[in-house]
T-cell receptor, first 120, second 111 residues
Framework: GAVVSQHPSRVICKSGTSVKIECRSL??????MFWYRQFPKKSLMLMAT?????????EQGVEKDKFLINHASLTLSTLTVTSAHPEDSSFYIC????????????????FGPGTRLTVL | QKEVEQNSGPLSVPEGAIASLNCTYS??????FFWYRQYSGKSPELIMS????GDKEDGRFTAQLNKASQYVSLLIRDSQPSDSATYLC???????????FGRGTSLIVHP
């Protein structure tokens, strides 16, 4: 399948600092990428849709000023957790859709390996 | 509100048996259906996609879709301990990039 990378895979930071997470589509272009958060033993929670060349679309309840998203190119989206606090500790995962068939609705999501954030 | 329901499990099966995972969804306009496998501490990995009614087989995996009854299932034949993971069902409506995920079913395959 298609490859999506994330960096860093793990980060530990002090409360109040900002953390940037990068998501790259390695062998395809992605005008849209998605950012998810997952707490232990919980389901994936969509945080926002990252759109190349325009503003991200945030899900209800997600603070856009706290979770800054920048989709700088067709292969790179970044999520910055600003002024991180211990409650922001979680597993952050990005995904990118790829059309895998000539039928436009056939569109599969490929996930990056995730970034585990621990805020002390 | 689009909902995707899965039994959280755990579903425990012996090695070599068939594991059957089920998923129901609320949106009748759904057109794309996916099964992901997620190992503990890892991100989801796409293992099957299905778009039309009936069965789709890929190796030991078979996805079954019944749009009239609004359910999709995943069968794993000859289950192996390495299949032990959480299986996420995802459903996407036509015209949308964004799938709705179920909470996942934990599968345990014991030797």
């Amino acid at each position: 399948g298609a490859v999506v990378s994330q960096h860093p895979s793990r980060v530990i930071c002090k409360s109040g600092t900002s953390v940037k997470i990068e998501c790259r589509s390695l062998d395809f272009q992605a005008t849209t990428m998605f950012w998810y958060r997952q707490f232990p033993k919980k389901s994936l929670m969509l945080m926002a849709t990252s759109n190349e060349g325009s503003k991200a679309t945030y899900e209800q309840g997600v603070e856009k000023d706290k979770f800054l998203i920048n989709h700088a190119s067709l292969t790179l989206s970044t999520l910055t957790v600003t002024s991180a606090h211990p409650e922001d500790s979680s597993f952050y995962i990005c995904s990118a859709p790829l059309r895998t068939s000539e039928f436009s609705s056939y569109n599969e999501q490929f996930f990056g390996p995730g970034t585990r954030l621990t805020v002390l | 509100q689009k909902e995707v329901e899965q039994n959280s499990g755990p579903l425990s099966v012996p090695e070599g048996a068939i594991a059957s995972l089920n998923c129901t969804y609320s949106d009748r306009g759904s057109q794309s259906f996916f099964w992901y496998r997620q190992y503990s501490g890892k991100s989801p990995e796409l293992i099957m996609s299905i778009y039309s009614n009936g069965d789709k087989e890929d190796g030991r995996f078979t996805a079954q879709l019944n749009k009239a009854s609004q359910y999709v299932s995943l069968l794993i034949r000859d289950s192996q301990p390495s299949d032990s993971a959480t299986y996420l069902c995802a459903v996407r409506s036509g015209g949308s990039y964004i799938p709705t995920f179920g909470r996942g079913t934990s599968l345990i395959v014991h030797p």
